[in-house]
Structure formats: C-alpha cells, structure tokens
C-alpha cells in the first residue's frame, strides 16, 4: 500500500467517449502528478499541481484536462481520444520541497479503440 | 532537454549471479531516485541519493551516486526471482519539482 489510489485500475473507451480518472492520495502531501507511461518510452510527465493550483502542463494536447479540487484529489478528464493515447496513466505526490521524492499509485491502464 | 540513459535496457540472468544497472546523463542532478515497478502496478521507490559520491545500501542491493552527480549504478548481488522487474532511475532539479526518468531496465531473475 503506497498510500496513493487510484481507480479505475482499467478502462476501455470509443474516440467518442469522455470519461475520467481519479487519483487519491493519503499521505499528506501537497504536489500531485499525472504522468503517462507507454511501451518502449520514458515516462512522460503530463501535469503538476501544487497546493491545487497547476504549475506545469507539459504540452498535452487538450483532450487531456486536469482537474485538482484539493490536494488529496486529483482528476484526469478525457474525451476524443486517439488510439494513440492508450497507455498506463499514473499519479503520483509528493511532499515539497523533499529531495524530489514522489510516491506513484498502482495506475489506469487505458485502451482507446 | 535533460536526458537519462539506462544500459542495459533488458537483462536476463540466472538466481544467484550478480548485477550492475547503469544510469548516465550529460547533466547534473540535485538528486536521483531508483524505482523498481512490477506489472499492473505503479514505480515504488528504493532510494534517493543526493550526495556526489555517495553509496546506499538496501540488503542486497547498492546504489552509488557519481562524484559529479551525472550518474549513478544499482549493483544487486546473489540475485533472486523476486527482483524481477522493471528498474527506474530518475533525476530531480533542486526546487523544480520536475523528475527526469530513464527508458529503464527490465530484469529478469530465472530460477
């Protein structure tokens, strides 16, 4: 148990469909993350929220859309999709400033037909 | 654009032998971090290492980070079927909150 959960663990959607993910975190801290995960790359960094507010979009198109109502919660909103965007979406939190030390969740595995 | 490369990308060896991951960059790192994740599940973190030099033990793993902070190794001895898994390396920017991530390593421990 990492203290960070996130649900679904996995979802299979249409281009068509909008859908969301969520992420909790139990730990206290005050960043959250949504990061995404594809076979044979790095792991590519979405957003960062600090204290709710977004401090980073790292140039993720618009389909994607963030959503952080407190520092325990953060969302994920998608719609229009592309088959490309199929991959592990991950959160992840942090206390800072602490080393750069972040605690991922179990993660979304996302299939877009 | 910082970048992080990991060798070897797979590794497949026998339970019991030892093991040395590699994590190298161009750039200077405030801290690095070593994940291992398992599939279906998300990275969990093994260590931090913030000191140009510095050497950490976790059983039979160890990690060093480089003198120059630029790179760093994961040294696993007698290695066992449990530590299989894909091995991340990942560097911070001292108050930027941004990790750098490497492609990573996956092993594999045969019985």
């Known amino acids: 148990e990492t203290g960070v959960t996130q649900t679904p663990r996995h979802l299979v959607m249409g281009m068509t469909n909008k859908k969301s993910l969520k992420c909790e975190q139990h730990?206290?801290?005050?960043?959250m993350y949504w990061y995404k995960q594809s076979a044979k790359k790095p792991l590519e960094l979405m957003f960062v929220y600090n204290f709710k507010e977004q401090t980073e979009n790292n140039s993720v198109p618009s389909r994607f859309s963030p959503e952080c109502p407190n520092s325990s919660h953060l969302f994920l909103h998608l719609h229009t999709l592309q088959p490309e965007d199929s991959a592990l979406y991950l959160c992840?939190?942090?206390?800072?400033?602490?080393?750069?030390?972040?605690?991922f969740g179990p993660g979304t595995r996302l299939t877009v037909l | 654009t910082q970048l992080l490369e990991q060798s070897p990308q797979f590794l497949s060896i026998q339970e019991g032998e030892n093991l040395t991951v590699y994590c190298n960059s161009s750039?200077?790192?405030?801290?690095l971090q070593w994940y291992r994740q398992e599939p279906g599940e998300g990275p969990v973190l093994l260590v931090t290492?913030?000191?140009?030099?510095e050497v950490k033990k976790l059983k039979r793993l160890t990690f060093q980070f480089g003198d120059a902070r630029k790179d760093s190794s994961l040294h696993i001895t007698a290695a066992q079927p449990g530590d299989t898994g894909l091995y991340l390396c990942a560097g911070g920017e001292g108050g930027a909150q941004k990790l750098v991530f490497g492609q990573g390593t996956r092993l594999t421990i045969n019985p």
């Open positions: 730990l206290g801290h005050n960043a």
């Open positions: 750039s200077v790192f405030s801290s």
């Open positions: 290492v913030v000191t140009g030099g």
């Open positions: 992840a939190s942090s206390q800072e400033p602490v080393n750069n030390e972040q605690f």
